[in-house]
């Protein structure tokens, strides 16, 4: 059976945020504790491993973005062809407030990713160093875990908002037939004079 307009967008949705939370997990724990030092005379090179961490941050941070972008999209996607106005989804109250716990909980995942892909890079790139006493230092334990579980909770929260929108739609879908059947309704009465009688002319 062929998947709706809903169920393309929720599968989209679903998968990119799925697949950003299992490279983020990875990500963490592929991530070295610390370098390795090297002592020099008046330097300390920082050797690392070669690992994919920095490489499956990133990938993370942009199947988040595009798992947000389709969620956004699954609010104002003109299912069966038929757009509605933004106000007749404001109507419901659920909808703007999960849309916003939605959006704060995109952008601190998205904040925590790149916080934490960016320091490892940073760290590989800058790895000599003029203090004797460095450690070798790696992104924060956690950042990557921690931002997945984030990823994850933020594609759940845009398959909440799309459920939601389809409601808000097919109440304002049932609202405008009311609206139009009431007006036919105004119309026949005035058409339609009881007590009318007709006068067939004699010839």
């Known amino acids: 059976m062929a998947l709706s307009d809903a169920g393309y967008v929720r599968l989209l949705v679903t998968s990119l ?3 950003s939370f299992v490279l983020g997990v990875i ?3 592929k991530k070295p504790s ?3 030092i090297i002592q020099f005379k008046d330097t300390v090179h920082c050797k690392y491993p070669h690992d994919p961490t ?3 941050g990133s990938f993370s941070i942009v199947f988040l973005l595009l798992s947000s972008i389709f969620g956004v999209v699954s609010i104002f996607y003109p299912y069966k062809g038929k757009a509605v106005p933004v106000y007749a989804l404001q109507r419901s109250p659920a909808l703007v407030v999960f849309s916003v716990i939605a959006v704060a909980l995109f952008f601190l995942a998205e904040g925590l990713l790149m916080w934490a892909t960016i320091t490892e890079g940073l760290h590989r790139t800058y790895n000599i160093h ?3 006493n460095t450690d070798c230092p790696t992104a924060k334990t956690g950042l990557f875990g921690g931002a997945a579980f984030l990823a994850l909770d933020t594609s759940l929260f845009w398959l909440i908002c799309q459920m939601l929108t389809l409601n808000a739609r097919a109440d304002y ?4 037939d009311e609206d139009l059947k ?3 309704g105004q119309v026949m009465a005035t058409d339609y004079t009881p007590g009318a009688v007709h006068v067939q002319p004699s010839v």
Do not use: Q
Request: charged content about 25%; aromatic content about 4%; proline content about 0%.
């Open 17 to 19: 945020g799925a697949l």
């Open 27 to 29: 990500a963490e724990n």
């Open 34 to 36: 610390a370098g390795t």
């Open 54 to 56: 920095i490489a499956l």
């Open 130 to 132: 003029h203090n004797l």
């Open 173 to 176: 879908e049932l609202d405008d």
């Open 182 to 184: 009431g007006k036919y």
